[in-house]
């Protein structure tokens, strides 16, 4: 199927928005609609995959701490560790879900037409997602947080690993709305709307699957990250042994690497999965990521591409037949090139350019997967020296892990702008472009939410930064809820909140 032509997906726009001066208007508000979903986007993404790789963490430590409630020693340890990152899962989770509020407003503002055309396919995933992913984390939310000594210690351990359960929940079902549009499956086009017809089709998109455990995993290595970057910086500062806050922090660093070097492997695993079931269903997107301008068989991997500004390359260091076993499994194995891709694209969809911004996606890719290998790398050393007792003494690996904590932030920024930024110019894959899909406002609109969200979605990430900074120096402990003394036995009272 053709898609209509560019602006006319219900006729609102009609021709005026190729012509000047409303064409130019429409092209602005397309821009700014742009570059306001994606720092939105890049924001609200800084504190998903925290909460969901730090829910399961604490499930876990939470878990470790019942089971070693007979052993004093051992339980004060993994439940000071539990009260302790708490805290931060809590400041994150609250400013985490006040970002993704803003996204839902968007669509209805500047991506209207989008939003009429897709409405019938997200509807169900995005309901589904609020009903049961999203109360199951709530609720139970509040009872982990309320619930100490008022529930039994085993409905508390329930709440938490339902609350990590629920945050999983939450991902799949956006990534199923999101997989849809890189991969579109289960629908028929109804007049100028997609219609869903197969909601089993939409679950089970192979987009979807190999999405969500590229970032299931990818959350993984987020909070493993961020607990051995702090774990870290406490062991750098207080190097006596055997003192209670230093055996807590070098077994949240044991923790953090035995998890995410597991988490690290499966990311790259499965982000290789992706990237060929991407070579299949979005092939223009992989040559874009690679590079590669012509088709060849036993294609070259690149290490280092510089082209001019109509995308030509000036300058490579590539790596012979290295992008064809990726892609292929086979040493001379074909790989299309963006040439020939425009070419078969213009056949199927009409005139048009059908190349993404060719450096963006090829340095975001190159950025995502240098993280990934740097993360790699210091977890197999902290491992080594893990075994041979030293991680707690290595001065320079504990400072290198404190650094590391941002490794991951860019590699899940990157790894988003690259798969948003790939799929241009559809934002449905051969269904609707993104030059259709905006909303007819005018660009003053735009301009003024633009400045408005960046300047409150800063504001927030300057205060979930500077919270989250001091509980992590471990100041501020004795605001815990948890330091209140436990309610007696047939001690009834409600908990403030309820009222
Ligand atoms: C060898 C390492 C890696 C490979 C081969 C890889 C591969 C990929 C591919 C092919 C995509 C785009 C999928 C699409 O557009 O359909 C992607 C997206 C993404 N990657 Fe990676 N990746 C790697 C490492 C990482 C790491 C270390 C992180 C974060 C810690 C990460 C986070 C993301 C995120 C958040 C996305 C966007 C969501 C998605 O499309 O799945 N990636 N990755």
Request: hydrophobic residues 50%.
């Amino acid at each position: 199927m053709k898609p209509p032509p560019d602006g006319d997906v219900d006729g609102t726009f009609g021709p005026n928005a190729q012509g000047a001066p409303e064409g130019f208007i429409m092209a602005m508000t397309l821009d700014l609609s742009r570059w306001q979903f994606g720092i939105t986007t890049v924001f609200h993404f800084m504190f998903v995959p925290l909460t969901i790789g730090l829910a399961l963490l604490l499930a876990i430590m939470q878990t470790a701490a019942h089971r070693t409630r007979k052993d004093a020693e051992r339980h004060d340890k993994w439940d000071h560790m539990t009260r302790f990152w708490r805290r931060l899962f809590l400041i994150n989770f609250a400013v985490g879900v006040v970002t993704g509020i803003v996204q839902e407003f968007q669509f209805g503002m500047n991506w209207s037409v989008y939003s009429r055309y897709v409405g019938s396919v997200f509807g169900a995933p995005l309901a589904v997602e609020a009903l049961l992913a999203f109360f199951l984390e709530s609720t139970f939310l509040g009872i982990w947080i309320f619930g100490k000594g008022r529930v039994s210690a085993r409905v508390h351990l329930a709440s938490i690993w339902l609350v990590s359960i629920g945050t999983m929940l939450s991902a799949l079902f956006i990534l199923a709305a999101n997989a849809w549009m890189q991969h579109p499956v289960g629908y028929k086009v109804v007049g100028n709307r997609a219609v869903m017809t197969n909601f089993w089709a939409v679950m089970t998109n192979s987009t979807l699957i190999g999405s969500f455990l590229h970032v299931l995993f990818s959350a993984l290595v987020t909070s493993t990250m961020l607990i051995l970057g702090v774990s870290a910086w406490h062991l750098l500062k207080d190097r006596r042994a055997g003192h209670t806050p230093q055996q807590v922090f070098a077994t949240s660093a044991k923790l953090a690497l035995v998890v995410g070097a597991v988490a690290i492997v499966a990311t790259m695993f499965f982000g290789d999965n992706q990237a060929r079931i991407m070579e299949r269903q979005q092939p223009m997107k992989m040559a874009a990521a690679e590079a590669i301008y012509n088709t060849q068989n036993g294609a070259s991997f690149s290490l280092l591409t510089i082209g001019d500004l109509s995308g030509n390359p000036i300058f490579q260091i590539r790596l012979p037949h290295m992008l064809s076993v990726l892609a292929d499994n086979n040493w001379d194995g074909p790989v299309q090139g963006i040439n020939q891709i425009q070419a078969k694209e213009v056949a199927k969809y009409g005139p048009g350019n059908y190349k993404p911004i060719l450096w963006v996606t090829y340095w975001t890719f190159r950025i995502m997967v240098g993280c990934g290998i740097l993360m790699l790398l210091l977890l197999a050393a902290g491992l080594w020296l893990m075994r041979r007792r030293r991680l707690e003494q290595s001065a320079w690996f504990l400072r290198f892990s404190v650094f590391a904590i941002a490794l991951p932030f860019v590699a899940n920024t990157t790894g988003w702008i690259f798969t948003e930024m790939g799929r241009q110019p559809w934002v449905v894959y051969g269904l609707l472009k993104t030059s259709q899909a905006v909303s007819h406002i005018g660009t003053g609109y735009v301009v003024t939410s633009l400045v408005g969200f960046t300047a409150i979605y800063s504001l927030l990430a300057a205060i979930d930064f500077g919270l989250m900074a001091r509980f992590a120096r471990g100041e501020g402990e004795t605001d815990d809820h948890d330091d209140e003394p436990e309610p007696e036995p047939g001690d009834n009272r409600v908990p403030a909140l309820v009222y």
